[in-house]
């Protein structure tokens, strides 16, 4: 959910000027947690509310970089990498186009995953929905792991 206030709206480990930011345990940055998740799910481990629980007060207003390099950590572990990482941010306002590069390029260091392997992509609701009405922001993620080696 995006609400006024004292949140920041951090999307991908940036943190984005706007008036409204996401309600979580954590930062709330709603892109990070749905890469964490796509990583965990192609590992076939428990998702991140079983690993880092909002129930836990170690993780009160951790960043959620923490989470993600905490599956790359396990992905690794495993003997896999980052074949592919596609993401969509749905959000009305404020606009990520200017926001993508950086995105992307923390994301590439979050994954340790080159450039051509990591896509950003934006779209609204067209004011349709809590998204389209400016009260909740939606991100997806596909992640492809390759063995290493």
């Not at 428990?46 to 880092?52: W, Y």
């Not at 260091?109 to 909740?136: I, Q, S, Y």
Request: net charge negative.
């Amino acid at each position: 959910m995006v609400t006024p206030g004292p949140y920041k709206l951090i999307l991908g480990g940036v943190d984005i000027p706007h008036d409204k930011g996401c309600i979580a345990h954590s930062d709330g940055d709603a892109l990070l947690h749905t890469v964490t998740d796509a990583v965990l799910g192609a590992l076939s481990l428990p998702d991140i509310g079983q690993l880092f629980s909002d129930k836990d007060p170690r993780w009160k207003g951790a960043t959620s970089d923490i989470f993600l390099r905490e599956a790359v950590r396990l992905m690794r572990e495993r003997g896999f990498a980052i074949g592919n990482l596609d993401c969509t941010l749905i959000i009305e306002r404020p606009k990520i186009a200017p926001h993508k590069d950086a995105i992307r390029a923390n994301l590439c260091a979050l994954l340790g995953a080159h450039p051509d392997a990591v896509n950003v992509k934006a779209k609204t609701h067209e004011k349709v929905d809590a998204v389209g009405e400016g009260r909740a922001v939606e991100c997806h993620a596909v992640v492809l792991l390759v063995k290493e080696g």
